[in-house]
C-alpha cells in the first residue's frame, strides 16, 4: 500500500484573501535559507539526522508555524528547539513552515493494515501520514523519538488537548507498539525541482 501526501503552495495559494488575525503566508524560498540553521537536526529536506529528532518534511505549514510558535513563546519547550525559535520572527516562522511543507512525503506500509495502532489511526493514519492538519506524521520517525514523545504527554511534560488523554492510560508496552508500528513504516520525503 502507498499513499502519497502532497503539501505545499497549492492550498496556501488556493485560500484566498488573508485576514489581519490569520498568520502571513511564506516564502519557501526565503524559508530554504533560514533552514539552513535547521538541517544538522532536521535535515534541509525535512528528514531527520538525528534519531531524536522529527521528520517535518512534507508536514503542513499550520502545523509547523504552530510548533515553532509554541517553542518561541514557550508554551512548548526544549533545550535546543526554545533557543532556535526564540530569535525567529512570525515571518520567519511562516516562511520555514513553508519551505518544509513543501517536501512531498510519501509512505510505504509493509505490514497487514489490520496491526495499525486504532486509537492512532484517525489522526495519524494508518501509513503514519496525518489525516488532518493538526496531526504529524508519524510515517519513519525513529520508535525512540515517538515512543519519548508520548510518554512526555503521559508525564504531562507536553501536553495537548487531544494527545494527554490519549496517552494518559498508556502502558509503556503500548507506547512502545505504537512507536514501533510508525517507526517501521517507510518514508520517503522528496523536495520537488
Not at 503539501?7 to 519557501?28: H, I, K, S
Not at 504527554?153 to 488523554?165: D, I, N, P, Q, Y
Not at 509503556?172 to 522528496?190: F, N, P, Q
Amino acid at each position: 500500500m502507498r499513499a502519497v501526501l502532497v503539501l505545499g503552495l497549492g492550498g496556501l495559494l488556493l485560500a484566498g484573501t488573508v485576514r489581519a488575525d490569520q498568520p502571513a503566508m511564506g516564502d519557501p524560498v526565503a524559508g530554504k535559507k533560514i533552514a539552513g540553521q535547521c538541517r544538522t537536526c532536521h535535515g534541509i529536506d525535512g528528514y531527520a539526522k538525528i534519531p531524536i529528532a522529527p521528520h517535518i518534511g512534507g508536514e503542513p505549514a499550520s502545523y509547523i508555524r504552530d510548533q515553532l510558535t509554541a517553542f518561541r513563546n514557550g508554551t512548548r519547550t526544549h533545550e535546543m528547539m526554545s533557543v532556535v525559535a526564540k530569535s525567529l520572527t512570525d515571518q520567519q516562522i511562516s516562511d520555514v513552515a513553508s519551505w518544509y511543507a513543501y517536501p512531498v512525503a510519501m509512505a510505504t506500509l509493509t505490514a497487514d493494515p489490520s496491526g495499525a495502532p486504532e486509537a492512532c489511526t484517525a489522526c495519524h493514519g494508518i501509513d503514519g501520514i496525518a489525516l488532518i492538519e493538526q496531526a504529524p506524521n508519524l510515517a519513519g520517525e525513529t520508535n525512540i523519538y515517538i515512543d519519548t514523545q508520548l510518554k512526555a504527554f503521559r508525564l504531562g511534560k507536553r501536553t495537548h488537548e487531544v494527545m494527554s488523554a490519549v496517552a494518559a492510560d498508556m502502558t509503556d508496552a503500548e507506547i512502545r507498539a505504537v512507536a514501533d508500528w510508525y517507526g517501521s513504516v517507510k518514508l520517503e520525503i522528496t523536495v520537488p525541482d
